[in-house]
């Protein structure tokens, strides 16, 4: 995980108010903020509880303050890390141990499925993931969710806040339904900005993320369900009927039990599932 450390003292070099321990300094494109806080660590790595059998992914281990503890209790680690300055420091300090695989890569176009050693293993992935690409990278590892036994990843907290959202909240959305109709969800605890370096400007949290083997319930079409779940959010002011409109008619979504007078923060994920699953016997008659 991508470590986040305190403001530099008063009497700190100012050019020096943005360099980790290993003198890297933090690049703003690729949301560098690196923990500091060892008892935040240790609260981290206690969460995700690191076994010796465990075959683990980290994203974006930035100056390894979960490296570290993880690297040395599991079987096998693999580090994605896209920034060049980054990749030496990371061989230098772990490339003699036999858990050590580092991927220079960019997460969002890495192919997972390269890592596993059997159909069936089982990766835990952990991340402090940058804010500008949280969304579409737990997206995309959802598609891997068949190979994947649980994520921990450090996030902006507002959006551990709507992958955990309840229906009827201000919070809950598309993102909401996603990872819950995928995922068990866990907001397990905060870390304020004074932890991280350079601090940033907002609060982050650990979620918890474990992917059905068996989901409570089922859409017939994954795909057409995404889409489903896109359109409903569409329009945040607007009715089910309204944003619906082409795809289901009130007479139609009325016949999954469900009102469509009522907005899609109202509606629990079964409901989505149950639209879903109308549209796709409507296309398939």
């Known amino acids: 995980m991508r470590e986040k450390r305190s403001p530099a003292g008063r009497n700190a070099n100012p050019a020096n108010k943005h360099r980790g321990n290993s003198g890297h300094q933090h690049k703003k494109q690729f949301?560098?903020?690196?923990?500091?806080?060892?008892?935040?660590?240790?609260?981290?790595?206690?969460?995700?509880?690191?076994?010796?059998?465990?075959?683990?992914?980290e994203i974006g281990p930035g100056e390894a303050a979960l490296t570290d503890p993880i690297?040395?209790?599991?079987?096998?680690?693999?580090?994605?890390?896209?920034?060049?300055?980054?990749?030496?420091?990371?061989?230098?300090?772990?490339?003699?141990?036999?858990?050590?695989?580092?991927?220079h890569t960019d997460a969002l176009k890495f192919d997972y499925n390269t890592l596993l050693d059997s159909a069936d293993e089982q990766l835990?992935?952990?991340?402090?993931?940058?804010?500008?690409?949280?969304?579409?990278?737990?997206?995309?590892?959802?598609?891997?969710?068949?190979?994947?036994h649980?994520?921990?990843?450090?996030?902006?907290?507002e959006v551990v806040e709507r992958i955990c959202a309840e229906p009827g909240s201000k919070t809950f959305g598309r993102l909401s339904v996603m990872m819950q109709y995928f995922c068990q969800t866990e907001h397990l605890f905060d870390v304020g900005p004074?932890?991280?370096?350079?601090p940033p400007k907002v609060d982050s949290a650990?979620?918890?993320?474990?992917?059905?083997?068996?989901?409570?319930?089922?859409?017939?079409d994954e795909a057409l369900f995404a889409d489903l779940v896109r359109q409903s959010f569409s329009l945040k002011r607007k009715?089910?009927?309204?944003?619906?409109?082409?795809?289901?008619?009130?007479?139609?979504?009325?016949?999954?039990?469900?009102?469509?007078?009522?907005?899609?923060?109202?509606?629990?994920v079964s409901a989505f599932v149950a639209l879903a699953n109308k549209l796709y016997e409507i296309k398939n008659r």
Not at 33 to 51: C, G
Not at 194 to 198: G, L
């Open 31 to 57: 949301g560098q903020n690196f923990l500091n806080n060892q008892r935040v660590i240790d609260q981290i790595v206690m969460s995700i509880r690191p076994q010796a059998e465990d075959h683990m992914v």
């Open 71 to 103: 690297i040395h209790v599991v079987k096998k680690l693999e580090i994605i890390e896209i920034d060049n300055d980054l990749i030496a420091p990371l061989k230098i300090k772990f490339a003699s141990l036999p858990a050590f695989n580092l991927h």
């Open 124 to 148: 835990r992935v952990v991340g402090n993931l940058p804010y500008n690409i949280s969304s579409p990278l737990m997206f995309k590892l959802i598609e891997h969710a068949a190979n994947i």
């Open 150 to 157: 649980d994520m921990h990843f450090m996030l902006q907290k």
């Open 194 to 198: 004074e932890n991280f370096t350079p």
């Open 206 to 220: 650990i979620v918890r993320l474990i992917p059905y083997k068996q989901k409570p319930i089922v859409a017939y």
């Open 239 to 268: 009715t089910l009927r309204n944003n619906l409109k082409g795809w289901l008619d009130a007479n139609q979504i009325e016949s999954c039990g469900i009102n469509p007078s009522v907005r899609a923060e109202q509606l629990p």
